[in-house]
């Protein structure tokens, strides 16, 4: 037991660094693709929309098969090859001379970013079942930690030189790695790990276990549309600030770090006591219900301090991602943590093969120079329709029932 505080601090020093390297490159990469582009943003926000599809269809493939992977084998080895490859890819974008180039770059990088899905298997590994929603919810405040500093970070370097920020990512990600060879402890002792199979690692099969139980299925249900909806905000949110604000890259770095101070203070300081509170069930329905909200001022804001006004509320929606894993984890086996979290990795992995699109195009329509409406924040209303949606399911799926 005393080990579990210990291996708790060591995942989510990992994630908090794999995160900074992530956030670091978010304010530049759809502004490099516009200057590809010729600065047109809204022919820039469809091309971006291929970058994430294709970014997301190799996560779809990939992750499972890691998930099942490390069932097999352990935690430990998937989040280090991961890291390695990350940062190693990181320097291929840095040196990207064309779009051609680039997108090989985030083609690699939907492989090797298996890291935080991994990492969510390894807290279900450490965590009693009751503990389980505030753990998550530790991971998220590290989630909140990375992207305070990550996009500040990226929007002061993008300042200096666009392509500076990639390669400080490449140099954070082999550090993460290097940290976790040394100080990362196995999670997963060899008489709980699983054969590893074929089946349960494609990408269809992975997907069967989310159908073993009545809430397991609908909670798959709402994280689907939830992680439909949170892909606007890498598709849409750095074009949009762009061009409905002015924002340039380092405002929008400032922005993205107050998004994640907030989402810092939900995660590490809220979600273990409202859970407490109120319990799970009601938490992930609060949770949903200020996302719609965050949502809807996000796409009506017509000036830059409304959508800032905006932020706070959107960050409660961190009450609902944790909630949702531990109700789900609760569901399957020690031995099955790693194939649930690669089954949820493949959802997300969907809606990041149709999310980008969907969202960019919505964008693109909602700011052409063609006829039809002027409304450059349709995409966040599209999104905050998904929320309520999630919302009324997961009220259903998880209302207690009486026993038979």
Known sequence: MSA???????????????????????????????????????????VYGVFGTAWALMQFVSMPVLGAVSDRFGRRPVILVSCLGLGLDYFLMALAPSLAWLFV??????????SVSTAFAYIADVSPPEKRAAAFGMIGAGFGLGFTLGPALGGVLGGIDPRLPFWVAGVLALANAAYGYFV?????????????????????????????????????????????????????????????????????GLVLAGVGVCSMVVQGGLIRPVVKRIGERHALGAGLAFGATGMAIYG?????????????????????????????????????????????????????????????????????????????????????????????????????????
Do not use: C
């Open 184 to 252: 990362l402890p196995e999670s997963l002792p060899p008489e709980k790990r699983a054969a590893f199979s074929w089946k349960r690692a494609n990408p269809v099969g992975s997907l069967k276990l989310l159908r073993s139980h009545r809430e397991l299925y609908g909670i798959a249900a709402v994280l689907f549309l939830m992680q439909l909806s949170h892909v606007v905000f890498p598709a849409v949110t750095v074009l949009y600030m762009g061009y409905r604000y002015g924002w340039g890259e380092m405002v929008v």
């Open 300 to 404: 009506a804001a017509p000036v830059g301090w409304i959508f800032l006004a905006g932020i706070p509320v959107m960050a409660l929606w961190g009450l609902a991602g944790p909630s949702a894993q531990a109700i789900m984890s609760r569901r399957v086996s020690p031995s099955e943590q790693g194939q649930l979290q690669g089954a949820t990795s493949s959802l997300q992995a969907i809606t990041g093969m149709i999310g980008p699109t969907l969202f960019t195009q919505v964008f693109a329509q909602s700011i052409g120079k063609g006829e039809g409406l002027h409304v450059p924040g349709m995409a966040f209303y599209v999104a905050a329709a998904m929320l309520v949606a999630a919302g009324a399911i997961a009220w259903q799926v998880t209302r207690p029932r009486e026993a038979p």
């Open 105 to 114: 770059g985030r083609v690699i990088s939907g492989i090797t970013a298996a």
């Open 4 to 46: 579990r505080p210990a291996a708790i601090a060591f995942i989510f020093v990992l994630v908090v660094v794999d995160v900074i390297a992530m956030g670091v490159v978010i304010p530049v990469l759809p502004k490099l693709v516009e200057s590809f582009e010729g600065g047109d943003t809204a022919r820039a926000a469809a």
